[in-house]
């Protein structure tokens, strides 16, 4: 009998703290255990009694690089409870800032966490030895990012010029413009990036787990809708209903909650991959193009390949984005951006935005006064971690029956995890 034990301990090059338990015994996995091993950060506590105008700023700390999608997704909470409908300048405008934190961090993963698993280096620093060119033009993507979070919400990370209903500054029209040229001179290197992760070689296998995407008519939303659909499942939903479509459980072996489909009781990816699977022909023509040509159309199910619908997205992200920005500039958008006066009142309700890692959810109880009475924050990688459970065992399974070596299966396991994109810290918010 052959029993081989994997534990990686602080998985490397992902955001947060996390270990891998695998127990493969005579060519069967017995045992797969994604560990969560950080300590509650208790985000939903902090909130609580606090004035809705803090909750944005507070819940935003949660991470560095999905702030601005933490901020945007408890605007939508409380403008739902208000009765605010925010105008199409100010929905343009939070796009943009979720559209930075995009930036950020996909060329962060691609670059710097994903890509040395694929050039058999140990880190990104080699990288710019052997490729300064690549490594440089990733940077200046990166910093493209932040300068856009920066021009639109006031910094890079945590932004403090969305407010409720609005905006308390913009850029000039000539800021504008400049902002859309940077974005569209990078276009020809994002869509070179779909090529390089498109040519490394990755294991064939599709997820069993359900997908979980926003979804708009003709439209790729990240922001605008507050419609949520489990594909397999033909389940479409409204963020108010999160706690009727959405069950969150315990595990014994992680800090974090795990989440599940409530009506198939189905594990779930909600990623860049699960969005292109939603919303496919609604990218840009460039972003689209080059989606066919890497192969990446639905359905789409293997995790590996969310690495390049990361890099499509960088591509559709640029060029939206710089659309957006000349539209502004020539005030093309209807309405105001400016904040509205409005009225406080208790009530419940969902935010709900398509974070770069995925589906993130703010689900908010406010009273008379507009305090917080009760906060509730699902957040991409929680609702990951059992689909990413499920994924490493059959992917352990096939390389098992492939009698691959411990090292191998290793490796393997790592880029698995790390494809995912988790932010481990996250998801104990």
Not at 104 to 124: E, I
Not at 358 to 364: E, I, P, R, S, V
Request: charged residues 20%; aromatic residues 6%.
């Amino acid at each position: 009998m052959t029993r081989t034990t994997l534990q990686v301990d602080h998985i490397a090059r992902v955001e947060g703290h996390g270990n891998i338990h695998v127990v493969v015994n005579d060519g069967v996995v017995e045992t797969v255990e994604v560990n969560v091993v950080e300590p509650a950060r208790l985000f939903e506590s902090m909130v609580r009694g606090r004035d809705h105008s803090e909750v944005s700023y507070i819940a935003s700390r949660i991470c560095g690089i999905c702030s601005a999608s933490h901020v945007v997704t408890d605007l939508k909470a409380i403008e739902r409870v208000f009765g605010i409908e925010p105008s199409p300048r100010t929905r343009a405008l939070r796009e943009l800032l979720v559209y930075g934190s995009y930036l950020q961090n996909h060329a962060t993963h691609l670059f710097v966490l994903a890509a040395p698993d694929y050039l058999g280096q140990p880190s990104v620093f080699p990288l710019a030895q052997t490729d300064p060119q690549l490594f440089e033009q990733a940077l200046a993507l990166k910093a493209l990012g932040n300068e856009l979070c920066t021009k639109v919400g006031g910094r890079s990370i945590h932004p403090i010029t969305a407010v409720v209903g609005g905006f308390t500054h913009e850029v000039s029209a000539g800021e504008y413009r400049a902002l859309a040229g940077k974005l569209e001179a990078m276009v020809p290197f994002a869509l070179a990036t779909v090529d390089v992760f498109n040519s490394f070689p990755v294991p064939d296998m599709a997820t069993e787990g359900d997908l979980l995407a926003m979804v708009e008519e003709a439209y790729y939303p990240v922001e605008c809708s507050d419609i949520a659909c489990f594909l397999d499942a033909g389940i479409s939903f409204d963020a108010s209903d999160l706690a009727d479509n959405i069950e969150e459980y315990e595990v014994a072996h992680s800090a974090a909650l795990f989440a599940r489909v409530k009506a198939t009781k189905s594990p779930y990816m909600t990623a860049a991959l699960a969005r292109v699977n939603a919303s496919w022909p609604y990218l840009s023509s460039n972003a689209k193009v080059a989606a066919a040509k890497a192969g990446l159309r639905p359905p789409e199910r293997n995790p590996f390949k969310n690495n390049v619908a990361q890099a499509v997205e960088l591509v559709d992200a640029l060029e939206r984005c710089a659309g957006i920005c000349r539209r502004l500039a020539e005030n093309e958008v209807p309405g105001r951006s400016t904040p509205p006066a409005y009225t406080v009142r208790a009530g419940y309700a969902v935010g709900f935005t398509e974070a770069p890692r995925g589906a993130l959810f703010h689900a908010l109880e406010l009273d008379g006064q507009g305090k917080v009475v009760k906060a509730t924050i699902m957040t991409p990688t929680a609702q990951n971690l059992a689909n990413l459970e499920a994924d490493v065992r059959q992917l352990a399974q096939k390389l098992a029956a492939q009698g691959v070596t411990e090292a191998e299966l290793r490796l393997w396991v790592e880029k698995l995890v790390r494809a995912y994109d988790p932010c481990l810290s996250c998801s104990v918010h």
